[in-house]
């Protein structure tokens, strides 16, 4: 079957659009990400809707580090969430992140929640329980109309 937009193989070859259409839709369904890269989300600064400046943003980075099977057997890692300055905080109120290995699927989660984020890097502890000892794991952030997914090894 042909693709009507165009062929398969230069459609996936030249990964074009991280700046444009595709930016806009990759906020919406999410990207992935190697363990250690940064998610990039760019923030209007302002700390009301009515003080955002048109076009000036700062970028708030998500990254999933330190993943390793803890001493009970669970996936350990650590979310780090680095927040330049808004003129406000970042809330985390609708943070969830999950994970996924051999065919298992549950919630992460940490002793200490992150919360209302100042300017700054913040890291939080979290584990996912399941079964085994996986190899890899996929680890999902999402807060609010931020998604991305994190994949990688289990050191």
Request: aromatic share 8%.
């Amino acid at each position: 079957a042909t693709d009507p937009s165009g062929s398969p193989t230069d459609e996936w070859e030249e990964p074009e659009g991280d700046e444009g259409d595709d930016s806009a839709e990759g906020a919406v369904r999410g990207s992935e990400y190697a363990f250690g890269e940064g998610a990039v989300f760019p923030y209007p600064v302002g700390a009301y809707e009515e003080e955002f400046r048109e076009g000036v943003e700062e970028d708030v980075v998500y990254t999933v580090d330190d993943v390793a099977l803890t001493p009970s057997g669970q996936v350990g890692f650590t979310l780090t969430v680095r927040v330049p300055e808004l003129g406000r905080v970042l809330g985390t109120g609708f943070l969830h992140v999950r994970c996924a290995y051999e065919g298992h699927e549950g919630p992460a989660t940490s002793e200490a929640p992150l919360g209302e984020l100042e300017s700054g890097t913040h890291a939080a502890d979290m584990v996912c329980e399941g079964p085994g000892s996986p190899s890899s794991v996929l680890v999902s952030v999402v807060n609010g109309e931020d998604e991305a997914d994190f994949r990688g090894p289990v050191g």
